[in-house]
């Protein structure tokens, strides 16, 4: 019983330090919201450093994070992590399968080839309905599970680099 306790807390000092980009889409601004303090809950209880930018829409999310990833990057400022957030609900015209498709196949491009860990908390609902049973903080917060997966992930190239 004594060994998992032990194993979380030695999973938790191996992310100690470690830099998040934050990237939220606005679109939605109470929905942001929402899933941005989930997710700023989550990680400052994993007390790293969260950077956040806001952007417009969801399409902007994975621009908006190549961009910061490069700048600190050459800054000599590395993230370990990504956090992207935001909200695009269907409407009339097939731009919603647009932005959706989009969005999540530039993240995965980026994360994959940057080898750098993402957590997507990208809602892509039906109704705003649906869109806040996925963004309360008391019913499941996206932006703490999109968090909780960004770290899990940061663990994992943590313990690889060392071993």
């Not at 194993?7 to 100690?16: A, C, F, G, Q, V």
């Amino acid at each position: 019983m004594n060994q998992p306790a032990q194993k979380r807390r030695s999973d938790e000092t191996t992310i100690l330090g470690a830099r998040v980009l934050l990237v939220e889409a606005r679109f939605h601004e109470a929905i942001a919201d929402e899933l941005v303090a989930g997710a700023l809950d989550r990680l400052d209880t994993a007390r790293v450093k969260v950077e956040p930018v806001r952007v417009p829409g969801a399409l902007e999310i994975p621009i908006a994070a190549a961009i910061r990833l490069q700048a600190a990057l050459e800054a000599g400022l590395p993230f370990d992590g990504v956090v992207a957030l935001g909200c695009v609900i269907r409407g009339e015209t097939e731009h919603f399968e647009i932005v959706s498709h989009q969005s999540a196949r530039a993240l995965m491009d980026l994360a994959v080839s940057r080898r750098i860990a993402l957590g997507n908390g990208i809602l892509t609902v039906d109704t705003e309905e649906q869109a806040w049973a996925r963004a309360r903080r008391n019913e499941g917060n996206a932006g703490a599970a999109a968090a909780s997966a960004a770290l899990a992930l940061i663990r994992i190239a943590r313990s690889t680099t060392r071993a």
